[in-house]
């Protein structure tokens, strides 16, 4: 071991595949920093639409429900109506009655 040569093309081989190396995870690294800010982004961003969409789809839904309460109100004065000439021809049956009771008589 004493006369242990080492070619200087050896050396140079290693040392440039050793700076290849830290080239190429230094590329890594670089490249995972920039794919995790662009994943924080777009996750900032889809929050923000959801929220949006939510607010839309709020404000749409009240809306509905102002026009279900609208037609309910309709509803309900039909059925007030219904229920006078229901009354109505209540009195008048009760009315044949007695008019046919006291004919009869």
């Known amino acids: 071991m004493e006369n242990f040569k080492l070619p200087i093309a ?3 081989a290693m040392a440039v595949q050793l700076s290849g190396g830290v080239w ?3 590329q890594q ?3 995972i920093a920039s794919l995790e800010k662009t994943v924080n982004e777009l996750g900032s ?3 923000i639409e959801d929220n949006i969409n939510l607010k839309r789809d709020v404000q749409s839904n009240a809306k ?3 026009d279900v309460w609208s037609d309910l109100s309709g509803v309900v004065m039909i059925i007030g109506e219904i229920n006078s000439i229901k009354q109505r021809v209540a009195l008048l049956e009760n ?3 007695y008019i046919n009771i006291n004919r009869g008589m």
Do not use: F, G
């Open 10 to 12: 050896l050396v140079v």
């Open 24 to 26: 190429w995870v230094s």
């Open 29 to 31: 690294a670089s490249t």
């Open 45 to 47: 961003r889809m929050a």
């Open 64 to 66: 509905e429900i102002e």
């Open 95 to 97: 009315d044949i009655k």
